[in-house]
């Protein structure tokens, strides 16, 4: 089992930033994948980013590619999002994902490949 614990959201104004925490406990979190993930009232879960075991393969989303920078510290079990020039699109539930993997490289992008979920963190950004 894998358990993690965001932190980090609230309120921001458009084209402020915001940083999001994931903390993970319960597997070593250099075997997790780690991923972000958003839901927006009305629509569906989303992937945002993503990020291998070691921190140096990364995967977003366009829509937040040159905003949003995923990265991990596994001296501290923490993944983060830094989240830059937010506009109100951005406004949604926050998850943090992980996934066990043997591979050093594999970074997964879809829902399907993260067994383990955070249980959220809401970001809203006003106009």
């Known amino acids: 089992q894998v358990q993690l614990v965001e932190s980090g959201g609230g309120l921001a104004q458009a084209g402020g930033s915001l940083r999001l925490s994931c903390v993970a406990s319960?597997?070593?979190?250099?075997?997790?994948?780690m991923g972000w993930f958003r839901q927006a009232p009305g629509k569906e879960r989303e992937f945002v980013a993503s990020?291998?075991?070691?921190?140096?393969?990364?995967k977003y989303a366009d829509t937040v590619k040159d905003r949003f920078t995923v990265s991990r510290d596994n001296a501290k079990n923490t993944a983060y999002l830094q989240m830059n020039s937010l506009t109100p699109d951005d406004t949604a539930v926050y998850y943090c994902?992980?996934?066990?993997?043997?591979?050093?490289?594999?970074?997964?992008?879809?829902?399907?490949?993260?067994?383990?979920w955070g249980q959220g963190t809401q970001v809203t950004v006003s106009s």
């Open positions: 319960g597997r070593t979190f250099s075997t997790l994948v």
């Open positions: 990020i291998n075991r070691s921190g140096v393969i990364k």
């Open positions: 994902a992980a996934q066990t993997t043997t591979s050093p490289v594999w970074v997964g992008v879809s829902q399907s490949s993260f067994g383990w």
